[in-house]
């Protein structure tokens, strides 16, 4: 099962691999809404986590969820078309290094589902 995503959207979002871009873009956009905004939703600060810390639990779990999309994907030699196809609606998670870096630094077992 690929991160949640209903099965109706499984086939459109492997269009982000696709070397057409205005495809590649619209997929891009259609995963971005449909699995990265729904994994963590904004909301109010919830007690004893400071809205930065929110913040940061909110970009880590948008980039696990694409971490999973990507290694459940059955194309991973084409990854510069993932990221050019989340780059004009995501492009502000692709520049986030340091949440990319403390993800990525992360014990494997830290990026299963509910982390």
Excluded at 33 to 60: C, F, H, K, M, Y
Excluded at 81 to 105: H, R
């Amino acid at each position: 099962m690929m991160c949640s995503v209903p099965e109706d959207y499984k086939q459109l979002l492997q269009f982000v691999y696709s070397s057409q871009r205005p495809l590649a873009v619209t997929a891009g956009e259609l995963l971005y809404s449909r699995l990265l905004d729904a994994v963590a939703p904004a909301s109010d600060t919830q007690d004893g986590v400071n809205e930065e810390e929110a913040r940061e639990q909110q970009i880590s779990s948008r980039l696990k969820a694409l971490l999973r999309f990507y290694q459940e994907s059955e194309l991973h030699k084409h990854v510069v078309y993932l990221v050019d196809s989340l780059w004009d609606c995501g492009g502000a998670l692709l520049k986030d290094w340091p949440a990319l870096t403390s993800v990525l630094l992360q014990e494997p077992s830290s990026h299963s589902p509910g982390n």
